[in-house]
């Protein structure tokens, strides 16, 4: 995929508590643990955000929507124990990043940099309401140096379906937000 082609499209903008580490190889039950905590997560974000049903709507339709929104709330409360039982760790300082369905971009003023090539693992803090990161694998693409900040661009890798569609989802729910906001006074 090409540098300017996963950059195209719907993005999120925002300063957020994001970090790196180096990652090696990822084994199946790590990839499956991570994705389905990731999408728990999105969902039970969107949740959190979703204003209260319609009530023109079909009566089965509002029962539905409900449920939903309970199952990703207990989906919440399970990944947070999850977190809890594995030990807190320190937020990471927040950064200016920009979302995008398949990748990442973020200024990066650290003294130690992300090499191009190499394989990392992200967690970005989307909200404080939710002190939860995603976990994205991703390959560094690129690091552009310079004076006081370096800019670090990456390609998510290993996202199952379900979670790529719910990423998709919540940077479509920003970036539509951002817009909003432009337009209003």
Do not use: C
Not at 102 to 120: D, F, K, N, V, Y
Not at 153 to 159: G, K, P, R
């Amino acid at each position: 995929m090409a540098e300017q082609s996963m950059t195209d499209g719907i993005s999120f903008e925002a300063t957020l508590p994001l970090g790196w580490v180096a990652e090696d190889v990822v084994s199946q039950a790590q990839a499956e643990m991570r994705s389905n905590t990731n999408a728990a997560l999105l969902r039970a974000l969107a949740s959190l955000e979703v204003q209260s049903a319609e009530h023109e709507g079909d009566k089965q339709d509002v029962l539905q929507k409900a449920l939903e929104r309970v199952e990703s709330k207990l989906d919440l409360v399970l990944v947070m124990l999850a977190g809890g039982v594995q030990g807190s760790s320190l937020m990471p300082a927040e950064k200016p990043v920009t979302l995008y369905p398949h990748a990442a971009r973020w200024m990066e003023s650290s003294a130690t940099l992300p090499q191009p090539g190499q394989r990392i693992l992200l967690s970005i803090y989307l909200s404080a309401r939710l002190p939860q990161p995603l976990l994205l694998s991703a390959e560094v693409k690129t690091v552009e140096t310079g004076n006081e900040k370096n800019v670090v661009t990456v390609i998510f890798s290993a996202l199952d379906e379900v979670s790529e569609e719910w990423l998709t989802r919540t940077i479509f729910r920003y970036h539509r937000r951002a817009l909003q906001a432009r337009r209003q006074p």
